[in-house]
């Protein structure tokens, strides 16, 4: 879902947020020197709402990127700022959300699959298909060889111990619902995230 | 967080107590402001160091870390011996007045049925006594020496002002202040809200500190309570999230649990988790387990889950080991029991204790794919990076695989704030390059392992082959589909008790109250059913109108369990279901039901007068001062020293060198050997994270690294006077583990103290740099700490543990 509002309703909102707190005292509040140029660098932007990705505050973004998703164009995001309807947040972001661009933008994104062969000391690019296939029968291979259905006391367990996952919880509900899933269907017991350290 | 963030603006006392949230959660800290504002709130800090959270504080105090359960030992004996306490409260909404077993008992530092070989507890003593009905009996007098109020008093006699004094090192009438400042919300009108992290829970006692906080808080009545409330500040934006959808080795999804190995038959199962109440009527919410067990099944194996089949018990694994957290599966690597690893945006080499025991590890691995939108340290684990990563790739023979992902902004999805507010983002652009978001990563894996399956055969195929695979284009699920699957939908009409219909088949499910055990209902996880109803996607929704004006803002994004903003809230109203005073007004009863400004954590139509406790996840209602055998290593939170202690004993237990450090803590024997003492390694140290970092992630992005551009750590002035060090000299740390070089930066802001008659430096080292990324180069922190955990959690013991400082 993305939302049009122009320059002037975001503040008439934020204003309206601020008026009501102290927050505004606390230096996070744009000046209106500053947006009045800051209007135009921002007209015609696309405005998609989301969240920070650090930490578990939640504060509501909003990512300005340019593209009309027209086929000869790709969405770019160039500016980040606080979605001023967020009862949390109300427009604030802390440093780490201020700067998040940054992190989306960053030098060390990764663009496409690598392989290191054992004991090189380089990467290697590989398509997607030739990673997914390796990997795999990497898994494949492992489980059926050290899959485990019974323990030595006769107890069905259907457990493979040789493998193990760590998830992330930077992501979504619905791909650590889906990673569960996979995982637990692979029988896979070493199995943990962030919450664990 | 049992409360909310806006709800901290409610408090009239704000104790920050193992977090620094001004730093870790600059904005939800706003709402500590908004309280001393608006409030007049007084905000108490408690850390080994004066924090940016100390720096706005009306009370700060030192502690020497590790030593957070004396000083609330401490506090709940101060509570009782000056009769400080919310006796209503306790008296109707806590197990002060059932009693305890008569075998139950605790001496020499140790509760009733430790054995020694194992370090394990047999916990059949840590029990109520029960009566012929199969009822807890109760002496609502409080007076039997044996009621769970007289043993918690006993017990915590032993935490008088001068031992606290003594094992925290701090000063008397700092400890007074602020246990003066919170009896004053003992009465009702008057809430204290209790703010942690991970200053809590990187601790071999991590989990009974929190339950210690716990206790104080039930004392007082500040449960349920608008501006009251023990309140997690989670670290990850969806660390709460995953958490809940159970991404943790002995656990499925909202929070039921994986079967032992011994559990071989489902009914006993099922039995052992269907928890029915210890008091006539109560509620005990978990005794319908198998409901929300079946759905699962259901959700995850559609028709092949059968009554016959036990819905498909046997097909998820067991536990032969009570967890294999973390360090048990990198003591298994480094062992060489485990061939392959994966880490989905995580960065184990840089997050995980002793450094060197990870590289060893990951270096014992047949192959590791690392599916992440960065480049981090652990996917080059096996590159020479000079001093700060010395590896000598020839030597390592995993194959390692790094598989770009999207990040945040470039997918749609939810994530759970701390709070447990489900909320819904949407992509704002594509991914760089050929970027592939996580699902599909999933999904091509998967399909590529169920066609392998399906035309070689292999090790007992059946739960991959009938894996439930619902998305329209099969190699790329959809977020939203993913969500209408964890919410639920019926598979037959499903009906209430009197024949009502609740759900049609086909439509997505109400609420978790439409389960069935019989396989009428699919389910992925059933705290999150409400949230993708016939109604559409609740975590979208954007209504943030407060219409009783204490911040409750429930038509904004949606909160597990069912939009429920302030956990246990029955307890907000006095038993006769009137408010305890108008300003703290939350939920009450009209005379027919429940109503107020937050949905009821209560049966709706359940009146006062069935004197039905708050605390309906329990089994008796209430909430629990006593454990039972909830816990690993105690029904009451005792202290015991870090693995690694500055003074070498237990001020509280001198006598036993079983009660020295947690007893039923897991130590893996090559660790142990790697635990330094005092006398080497005299320095306390802790680990942390700044404002402008997090974690490791920040290395990667330019802002952050010139907002914090190097390494450094925290050293007091009495410490850096006694080595001759200045301000910017640099310095190594050195633990028994490893070391970490960095500048120094000399503070007034970490005092020297006193501790068992001893002098005690405590040293802060922050986290953040590593060896990639833009950020300037350095030894990751985790170079240093000790690679043991909480006896119930394994979370790992990063915020205590010994060093020696040297000047460079
Ligand atoms: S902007 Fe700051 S406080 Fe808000 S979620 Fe992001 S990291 Fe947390």
């Given at each position: 879902?993305?939302?049009?509002?122009?320059?002037?309703?975001?503040?008439?909102?934020?204003?309206?947020?601020?008026?009501?707190?102290?927050?505004?005292?606390?230096?996070?509040?744009?000046?209106?020197?500053?947006?009045?140029?800051?209007?135009?660098?921002?007209?015609?932007?696309?405005?998609?709402?989301?969240?920070?990705?650090?930490?578990?505050?939640?504060?509501?973004?909003?990512?300005?990127?340019?593209?009309?998703?027209?086929?000869?164009?790709?969405?770019?995001?160039?500016?980040?700022?606080?979605?001023?309807?967020?009862?949390?947040?109300?427009?604030?972001?802390?440093?780490?959300?201020?700067?998040?661009?940054?992190?989306?933008?960053?030098?060390?994104?990764?663009?496409?699959?690598?392989?290191?062969?054992?004991?090189?000391?380089?990467?290697?690019?590989?398509?997607?298909?030739?990673?997914?296939?390796?990997?795999?029968?990497?898994?494949?291979?492992?489980?059926?060889?050290?899959?485990?259905?019974?323990?030595?006391?006769?107890?069905?367990?259907?457990?493979?111990?040789?493998?193990?996952?760590?998830?992330?919880?930077?992501?979504?509900?619905?791909?650590?619902?889906?990673?569960?899933?996979?995982?637990?269907?692979?029988?896979?017991?070493?199995?943990?995230?962030?919450?664990?350290? | 967080?049992?409360?909310?963030?806006?709800?901290?603006?409610?408090?009239?006392?704000?104790?920050?107590?193992?977090?620094?949230?001004?730093?870790?959660?600059?904005?939800?800290?706003?709402?500590?402001?908004?309280?001393?504002?608006?409030?007049?709130?007084?905000?108490?800090?408690?850390?080994?160091?004066?924090?940016?959270?100390?720096?706005?504080?009306?009370?700060?105090?030192?502690?020497?870390?590790?030593?957070d359960i004396i000083f609330l030992g401490g506090l709940i004996s101060h509570l009782i011996e000056t009769d400080q306490i919310q006796h209503?409260?306790v008296r109707?909404?806590t197990d002060a007045a059932l009693i305890v077993r008569e075998d139950f008992g605790f001496h020499d530092g140790l509760f009733t049925g430790f054995?020694?070989?194992?370090?394990?507890y047999?916990k059949d003593t840590w029990h109520y006594e029960?009566?012929?009905?199969?009822?807890a009996r109760r002496d609502d007098t409080l007076q039997h020496p044996r009621c769970v109020y007289q043993l918690m008093r006993k017990h915590y006699s032993r935490y008088t002002l001068d031992m606290v004094?003594t094992v925290?090192?701090?000063?008397?009438?700092?400890i007074?202040?602020?246990w003066?400042?919170?009896a004053?919300?003992a009465?009702?009108?008057?809430?204290?809200?209790?703010?942690?992290?991970?200053?809590?829970?990187?601790?071999?006692i991590?989990?009974q500190i929190?339950r210690a906080a716990a206790m104080v808080q039930l004392l007082l009545?500040?449960?349920?309570?608008?501006?009251?409330?023990?309140?997690?500040?989670?670290?990850?934006?969806?660390?709460?999230?995953?958490?809940?959808?159970?991404?943790?080795?002995?656990?499925?999804?909202?929070?039921?649990?994986?079967?032992?190995?011994?559990?071989?038959?489902?009914?006993?199962?099922?039995?052992?988790?269907?928890?029915?109440?210890?008091?006539?009527?109560?509620?005990?919410?978990?005794?319908?387990?198998?409901?929300?067990?079946?759905?699962?099944?259901?959700?995850?194996?559609?028709?092949?889950?059968?009554?016959?089949?036990?819905?498909?018990?046997?097909?998820?694994?067991?536990?032969?080991?009570?967890?294999?957290?973390?360090?048990?599966?990198?003591?298994?690597?480094?062992?060489?029991?485990?061939?392959?690893?994966?880490?989905?945006?995580?960065?184990?080499?840089?997050?995980?204790?002793?450094?060197?025991?990870?590289?060893?590890?990951?270096?014992?691995?047949?192959?590791?794919?690392?599916?992440?939108?960065?480049?981090?340290?652990?996917?080059?684990?096996?590159?020479?990076?000079?001093?700060?990563?010395?590896?000598?790739?020839?030597?390592?023979?995993?194959?390692?695989?790094?598989?770009?992902?999207?990040?945040?902004?470039?997918?749609?999805?939810?994530?759970?704030?701390?709070?447990?507010?489900?909320?819904?983002?949407?992509?704002?652009?594509?991914?760089?390059?050929?970027?592939?978001?996580?699902?599909?990563?999933?999904?091509?894996?998967?399909?590529?392992?169920?066609?392998?399956?399906?035309?070689?055969?292999?090790?007992?195929?059946?739960?991959?082959?009938?894996?439930?695979?619902?998305?329209?284009?099969?190699?790329?699920?959809?977020?939203?589909?993913?969500?209408?699957?964890?919410?639920?939908?019926?598979?037959?009409?499903?009906?209430?008790?009197?024949?009502?219909?609740?759900?049609?088949?086909?439509?997505?499910?109400?609420?978790?109250?439409?389960?069935?055990?019989?396989?009428?209902?699919?389910?992925?996880?059933?705290?999150?059913?409400?949230?993708?109803?016939?109604?559409?996607?609740?975590?979208?929704?954007?209504?943030?109108?407060?219409?009783?004006?204490?911040?409750?803002?429930?038509?904004?994004?949606?909160?597990?369990?069912?939009?429920?903003?302030?956990?246990?809230?029955?307890?907000?109203?006095?038993?006769?279901?009137?408010?305890?005073?108008?300003?703290?007004?939350?939920?009450?009863?009209?005379?027919?039901?429940?109503?107020?400004?937050?949905?009821?954590?209560?049966?709706?139509?359940?009146?006062?007068?069935?004197?039905?406790?708050?605390?309906?996840?329990?089994?008796t209602?209430r909430g629990q001062l006593f454990a039972r055998d909830r816990m690993?290593e105690g029904p009451f939170p005792e202290h015991y020293?870090?693995?690694?202690?500055?003074?070498?004993?237990n001020p509280l237990n001198p006598d036993n060198?079983l009660a020295?450090?947690?007893p039923?803590?897991?130590?893996?024997?090559?660790?142990?050997?790697?635990?330094?003492?005092?006398?080497?390694?005299?320095?306390?140290?802790?680990?942390?994270?700044?404002?402008?970092?997090?974690?490791?992630?920040?290395?990667?992005?330019?802002?952050?690294?010139?907002?914090?551009?190097?390494?450094?750590?925290?050293?007091?002035?009495?410490?850096?006077?006694?080595?001759?060090?200045?301000?910017?000299?640099?310095?190594?740390?050195?633990?028994?583990?490893?070391?970490?070089?960095?500048?120094?930066?000399?503070?007034?802001?970490?005092?020297?103290?006193?501790?068992?008659?001893?002098?005690?430096?405590?040293?802060?080292?922050?986290?953040?740099?590593?060896?990639?990324?833009?950020?300037?180069?350095?030894?990751?922190?985790?170079?240093?700490?000790?690679?043991?955990?909480?006896?119930?959690?394994?979370?790992?013991?990063?915020?205590?543990?010994?060093?020696?400082?040297?000047?460079?």
């Amino acid at each position: 879902m993305t939302l049009r509002v122009t320059r002037r309703q975001f503040f008439k909102l934020g204003a309206a947020g601020m008026a009501t707190s102290s927050m505004a005292m606390m230096g996070f509040a744009p000046e209106p020197a500053v947006a009045s140029v800051r209007h135009f660098k921002l007209t015609g932007a696309k405005i998609t709402r989301n969240n920070c990705t650090y930490c578990s505050v939640g504060c509501g973004l909003l990512l300005y990127s340019r593209g009309d998703e027209s086929i000869n164009n790709v969405d770019d995001i160039y500016h980040v700022e606080g979605d001023p309807d967020h009862p949390v947040s109300r427009g604030s972001l802390c440093p780490k959300g201020a700067g998040i661009l940054d992190f989306i933008k960053s030098r060390s994104r990764l663009s496409h699959p690598m392989v290191r062969e054992p004991g090189s000391s380089e990467w290697k690019r590989i398509s997607w298909d030739e990673a997914l296939d390796r990997i795999a029968r990497h898994m494949k291979n492992d489980r059926d060889e050290n899959f485990v259905t019974q323990d030595e006391n006769g107890n069905t367990v259907n457990h493979w111990l040789t493998a193990g996952f760590l998830a992330a919880s930077a992501s979504s509900n619905e791909t650590g619902y889906l990673t569960h899933k996979v995982v637990r269907s692979l029988g896979m017991l070493a199995f943990d995230n962030q919450a664990r350290v | 967080m049992t409360n909310h963030w806006v709800d901290i603006r409610n408090a009239n006392l704000i104790l920050s107590m193992g977090g620094n949230s001004a730093e870790a959660h600059p904005v939800g800290f706003r709402w500590v402001m908004e309280a001393k504002y608006r409030n007049n709130a007084k905000l108490v800090t408690v850390d080994p160091r004066f924090t940016r959270t100390g720096a706005v504080a009306d009370f700060t105090a030192e502690i020497r870390t590790g030593t957070d359960i004396i000083f609330l030992g401490g506090l709940i004996s101060h509570l009782i011996e000056t009769d400080q306490i919310q006796h209503e409260y306790v008296r109707n909404y806590t197990d002060a007045a059932l009693i305890v077993r008569e075998d139950f008992g605790f001496h020499d530092g140790l509760f009733t049925g430790f054995e020694p070989v194992t370090g394990t507890y047999d916990k059949d003593t840590w029990h109520y006594e029960i009566n012929d009905e199969g009822f807890a009996r109760r002496d609502d007098t409080l007076q039997h020496p044996r009621c769970v109020y007289q043993l918690m008093r006993k017990h915590y006699s032993r935490y008088t002002l001068d031992m606290v004094e003594t094992v925290c090192g701090m000063p008397r009438h700092k400890i007074q202040r602020i246990w003066d400042m919170v009896a004053e919300t003992a009465v009702p009108g008057q809430t204290m809200t209790i703010l942690y992290a991970l200053g809590w829970t990187q601790h071999s006692i991590g989990s009974q500190i929190i339950r210690a906080a716990a206790m104080v808080q039930l004392l007082l009545g500040n449960m349920g309570m608008v501006g009251g409330g023990v309140n997690a500040l989670r670290g990850h934006s969806n660390i709460q999230g995953l958490t809940d959808l159970g991404l943790l080795s002995n656990l499925l999804p909202g929070y039921m649990s994986l079967a032992q190995a011994e559990e071989q038959d489902y009914r006993e199962y099922i039995e052992k988790r269907t928890r029915e109440p210890l008091l006539p009527d109560e509620v005990s919410y978990w005794r319908h387990y198998e409901r929300f067990h079946v759905s699962l099944m259901k959700a995850w194996f559609g028709d092949a889950a059968t009554e016959a089949n036990n819905w498909c018990y046997d097909w998820l694994p067991k536990l032969s080991e009570p967890l294999y957290d973390v360090l048990h599966t990198f003591h298994r690597m480094h062992n060489g029991e485990i061939n392959g690893y994966f880490c989905q945006g995580f960065n184990p080499l840089a997050s995980f204790p002793h450094k060197a025991k990870i590289t060893e590890s990951l270096s014992k691995l047949k192959y590791l794919v690392v599916m992440d939108p960065l480049a981090t340290e652990t996917s080059e684990f096996w590159k020479n990076y000079g001093e700060y990563n010395p590896v000598n790739p020839e030597e390592i023979q995993t194959e390692v695989f790094s598989l770009p992902t999207t990040c945040f902004a470039e997918e749609d999805g939810a994530i759970v704030n701390s709070a447990r507010w489900l909320q819904w983002h949407w992509a704002a652009a594509p991914p760089p390059g050929e970027a592939r978001p996580d699902v599909e990563i999933m999904a091509g894996l998967f399909h590529r392992l169920q066609y392998m399956y399906r035309e070689e055969g292999g090790a007992f195929p059946d739960p991959i082959l009938n894996l439930t695979w619902y998305y329209r284009q099969p190699a790329f699920p959809g977020p939203s589909e993913l969500a209408r699957e964890y919410n639920g939908w019926a598979l037959r009409d499903v009906y209430d008790e009197n024949r009502n219909l609740v759900c049609r088949a086909g439509e997505q499910l109400p609420d978790f109250g439409a389960l069935r055990d019989d396989g009428s209902t699919s389910c992925g996880c059933w705290i999150f059913s409400g949230s993708w109803t016939e109604e559409g996607n609740q975590m979208a929704r954007r209504d943030n109108s407060d219409p009783y004006g204490i911040g409750m803002t429930l038509g904004w994004a949606w909160a597990w369990p069912v939009n429920r903003r302030i956990l246990y809230n029955r307890a907000s109203a006095r038993p006769d279901g009137t408010p305890w005073t108008r300003e703290k007004a939350l939920i009450w009863w009209n005379g027919t039901r429940w109503v107020g400004a937050d949905i009821p954590d209560f049966p709706k139509q359940s009146p006062p007068s069935a004197g039905l406790g708050p605390f309906i996840m329990n089994q008796t209602g209430r909430g629990q001062l006593f454990a039972r055998d909830r816990m690993a290593e105690g029904p009451f939170p005792e202290h015991y020293e870090p693995f690694e202690s500055p003074i070498g004993m237990n001020p509280l237990n001198p006598d036993n060198p079983l009660a020295k450090n947690n007893p039923a803590a897991r130590v893996f024997e090559e660790d142990r050997e790697n635990f330094a003492t005092f006398e080497e390694f005299p320095h306390a140290a802790t680990t942390y994270r700044l404002t402008e970092h997090f974690h490791f992630w920040t290395t990667h992005a330019l802002l952050n690294a010139i907002m914090q551009p190097e390494k450094f750590v925290e050293i007091g002035t009495g410490l850096a006077e006694e080595l001759g060090i200045e301000r910017g000299d640099r310095v190594r740390v050195v633990s028994k583990r490893g070391h970490v070089d960095a500048v120094a930066v000399v503070t007034k802001r970490i005092r020297t103290l006193q501790v068992a008659g001893k002098t005690v430096h405590q040293v802060g080292i922050p986290l953040h740099w590593g060896f990639k990324g833009v950020a300037k180069k350095a030894h990751l922190t985790n170079e240093l700490t000790p690679f043991v955990g909480d006896a119930n959690t394994q979370t790992p013991e990063f915020k205590s543990f010994l060093v020696r400082v040297e000047k460079l």
